[in-house]
Structures are given as C-alpha cells and as structure tokens.
T-cell receptor, first 113, second 112 residues
C-alpha cells in the first residue's frame, strides 16, 4: 500500500520556467512533509519542509504548498535551473519528532537549457 | 561541519553471508536512521536510533538489525543475505532541534 504517491515519474521543463512537482498521500495521520533532491550515487539532500498547520512554506526559489483536504502537496521551483535536474522525493511522517519517513517513488526532473 | 559518513561505500557479498554497515552522524546529532533504496520498492525505512535505543522499526525481517553506540555512531547488520537485499543502504542523522534528516552517500550492497 503506497501511502505517498508521486504519479509523474518524470518532468521536463525549460530553464527559467516554473517546475511543479506533485505528491499525494493517503494517511490522514501524516503531519509533517518534506522534499528531498537526489543525484545519482549520492544520498538525498533536504530541500524544504512543511508542517500540517501551514499551507505554504517558501525558501528562496522553492515553495511547498499543502492542501490537507485534498491530501496533496506540491513543490514549485521558480526559476528552474539546469542544476535542479535530479530526482525529487516527497516524504511524510506521522510525527515530526520521529525519523520514520514514508517516501514517494520520486520524480525525475530535467531542466533543459 | 562534516556530513554523515558511511562505510564502506561499495560491498559485494554472496548469498548466505552476513554484512555490517557503518554510519557516523553529523557531530552533535544523536538520532540516526537507516533506509533501504531499491528500484522496485523505493526508499523504505529500516529503523531509528536515539541515544543507543531503537525508537522505531520498519517492516523488515529480523535478519535486519542495528545498534547505536554511545558516540552516536551506528551500525546495521544483515544476516543470511538474499539476492533481494541488494540495495543502496542510506543512513541519516538528525539534530535535536531540527525536523529534517541529513543523509549520507549510502553503501551500495550487491548480493551475488
């Protein structure tokens, strides 16, 4: 049972445009959500997170939106840069105090110059 | 500040053998978690340690075990290796006042 789903395995975007990566979840007990970026042969790198008490969090070019009623979150990258090309994972936890993260399957983002 | 380090980076074993992987967290971090990444199952939580105590465990068989030492370094052990254990094993550490986990580069285990 996949509790966190990223339905788009890949996404291609032109440099300078907006990248929107989507994530859906089924477990209503999730209260903390994170996005990680992963390059081949490296561990995931933390990008941005959001608590369930918020609906938006911004950090530079990255913004995460949370729609609890739809059990949906999205990551916006504006403007997209070629260096953003990587696999993006969303992850969720039931308790921000613990480390148990449930990851989505990932979306491969390709930013074309 | 040095990041999470994992040793070895690559490992080849045969079925039936056992393996021990090591993880050194970021200095000052007392919480360590382990994840398995495979093409079929994605990233899956194995277990979590805080101050030498296992706080949480994922849905893996008892062949997978771990421990944490007083200096926060952690090891995970897989006994009686199976072909399906071939994976990238990732360790992550977390500071006391942070919600995010910081991952190491992983250990690539191949079981032949």
């Amino acid at each position: 049972d996949q509790q966190v789903k990223q339905n788009s395995p890949s996404l291609s975007v032109q440099e300078g445009r907006i990248s929107i990566l989507n994530c859906d979840y089924t477990n209503s007990m999730f209260d903390y959500f994170l996005w990680y970026k992963k390059y081949p042969a490296e561990g995931p790198t933390f990008l941005i997170s959001i608590s369930s008490i918020k609906d938006k969090n911004e950090d530079g070019r990255f913004t995460v939106f949370l729609n609890k009623s739809a059990k949906h979150l999205s990551l916006h990258i504006v403007p997209s840069q070629p260096g953003d090309s990587a696999v993006y994972f969303c992850a969720a936890s039931e308790d921000g105090a613990t480390n148990k993260l449930i990851f989505g399957t990932g979306t491969l983002l390709a930013v074309q110059p | 500040k040095a990041g999470v380090t994992q040793t070895p980076r690559y490992l080849i074993k045969t079925r039936g053998q056992q393996v021990t992987l090591s993880c050194s967290p970021i200095s000052g971090h007392r919480s360590v978690s382990w994840y398995q990444q495979t093409p079929g199952q994605g990233l899956q939580f194995l277990f979590e340690y805080f101050s030498e105590t296992q706080r949480n465990k994922g849905n893996f068989p008892g062949r997978f075990s771990g421990r944490q030492f007083s200096n926060s370094r952690s090891e995970m052990n897989v006994s009686t290796l199976e072909l399906g254990d071939s994976a990238l094993y990732l360790c992550a550490s977390r500071g006391l006042f942070h919600n995010e986990q910081f991952f190491g580069p992983g250990t690539r285990l191949t079981v032949l």
